[in-house]
């Protein structure tokens, strides 16, 4: 068995399971190879699951209800009854709930994990987070929607699916956007609607998904951009009418809340186009040289280390140029990039990556997934919950803080008294770390008075604490 099997389960992926790293030591670099480009990979078990459109009706379901209830107390503000709070909790059970075990089972049983772990590094990317009632319900669809997809596509498409999807434009307030001297804004409709310009999705886009904030762009970039953006939103009971009577809680394109004119964005000049002048700009940042750069940096810090190689930057910041943004392409030359094989394990595990590789190294499955949910919450990673569009933070210095890593230590208490019922603490530090394990933690598990301490030191050794 070689260290470099160790390396692409733990450092590529979520974590070997029992069993994996021999199998990987075969050929590691062919079998991460061989998860590109594969959609098996990065498909999920969607039954159960509702769609953003259905997710859509399920929200407006519970408004309306809620609405009702508020007529029937002749107050704005009643008391929640009783009912209202089952019909929410069900509302967040089929939206959120359902969303976070499929995605926590996915990750937990994949025999694809560094296909998945490059699904949650894009899904992070475009951070659709649940900060609300009006956001609670997309971010699981947005993921399976818009992220999963297409991940091993141009990344001008996937931006596209992204930055279109109902989540990201009712997360980031797109779907109230009017163009200030559109249609809608010049008759009573739209001023009932209190028609305005909302300039969140545009600045979200070049300062977060595409330039980074020092790409060079300017607040006038901004609301050009926006101003092109207006005319995206989503079908509700009344806005589906204006297009062709589209699907409730689908992404439409509604040409009498665009704001008329060309736009300049960047220097250059969009003409009057309809939907097509915010695809063009669209289009037209995802070739900018500083996406390329910027992409090329935050591939390399997730993967090898938060300072990254700058050999490997440049390396994977010309693939991405050189292949117009082929995501397929990137995640080749990663994987034959010496940089990321280097021996020793510089990323430190963020929540998600702990808790679900102690998952995969237990042997796990789905019937464990569910007591996870509080566990993600208690040590700061709840999926989707992200407390910004930045996303989750990527770099030690975040996650590793004493109260944190306290909490590690409880959960990985509680984690012992399972993993012992299968496990014997060596037989359990072998199969997840194989050559990694070094000496002296081995001999440190060996002389554990009990086989819970034992298995406590192996979860949080060094060398499972990072990857």
């Not at 099997?5 to 030591?25: K, S």
């Not at 009344?238 to 040409?255: E, H, N, S």
């Not at 991405?320 to 430190?348: C, M, N, T, V």
């Not at 770099?395 to 208490?413: F, G, H, Q, T, Y």
Request: aromatic share 8%; net charge positive; glycine share 6%.
């Amino acid at each position: 068995m070689s260290l470099n099997a160790v390396i692409a389960a733990n450092r590529f992926g979520f974590g070997a399971r029992p069993g994996d790293l021999t199998r990987v030591a075969q050929d590691p670099k062919a079998w991460l190879v061989s998860q590109i480009g594969q959609s098996r990979a990065t498909s999920i078990n969607s039954d159960g699951l509702l769609s953003s459109a259905q997710a859509f009706e399920a929200l407006q379901s519970y408004q309306q209800a809620r609405a009702a209830q508020q007529r029937a107390a002749a107050s704005p503000s009643p008391a929640v009854s009783a009912d209202e709070r089952v019909r929410l909790a069900d509302l967040v059970n089929q939206t959120t709930g359902r969303e976070i075990e499929a995605r926590i089972q996915h990750a937990v049983t994949t025999t694809a994990p560094f296909a998945e772990r490059w699904v949650q590094f894009w899904s992070n990317h475009f951070t659709m987070a649940a900060r609300n009632l009006q956001t609670t319900p997309f971010p699981g669809s947005f993921e399976r929607e818009a992220i999963r997809p297409y991940v091993w596509g141009r990344f001008e498409d996937l931006l596209v699916k992204a930055d279109t999807h109902v989540g990201m434009l009712i997360y980031l307030d797109q779907a109230q956007s009017i163009g200030p001297n559109s249609q809608a804004a010049q008759n009573q409709q739209g001023r009932r609607r209190a028609a305005g310009l909302n300039e969140n999705l545009a600045r979200e886009i070049l300062e977060l998904h595409t330039l980074g904030a020092d790409g060079g762009y300017s607040q006038a970039d901004v609301t050009e951009f926006a101003r092109a953006l207006t005319g995206w939103t989503v079908a509700g009971p009344r806005l589906r009418r204006l297009a062709q009577d589209a699907k409730i809680g689908t992404t439409i394109f509604v040409p009498a809340l665009h704001e008329p004119g060309a736009r300049v964005v960047l220097g250059k000049s969009f003409p009057p186009a309809g939907e097509n002048q915010a695809l063009a700009i669209l289009s037209h940042l995802a070739r900018q040289p500083s996406v390329a750069k910027r992409i090329a940096f935050k591939v390399a810090q997730h993967f090898v280390a938060d300072d990254p190689p700058q050999a490997l930057v440049t390396r994977l910041e010309a693939s991405f140029r050189q292949s117009g943004g082929d995501l397929a392409a990137l995640a080749k030359i990663l994987i034959q990039s010496p940089e990321a094989w280097a021996p020793e394990a510089s990323k430190f595990k963020t929540p998600n990556d702990f808790l679900i590789s102690t998952m995969r190294a237990s042997g796990a499955t789905a019937a464990s997934t569910q007591a996870l949910r509080g566990t993600f919450e208690q040590l700061g990673q709840t999926p989707w919950r992200a407390p910004s569009p930045k996303g989750w933070p990527d770099v030690a210095s975040e996650w590793a803080a004493p109260d944190a890593i306290l909490k590690r230590i409880d959960w990985a208490n509680l984690a012992a008294d399972v993993i012992g019922e299968t496990f014997q603490p060596i037989a359990f530090a072998e199969s997840a770390l194989g050559p990694a394990l070094t000496d002296k933690t081995r001999i440190a598990i060996s002389r554990a008075q009990t086989a819970r301490q034992g298995i406590v030191l192996a979860l949080m050794s060094p060398e499972f604490q990072r990857r």
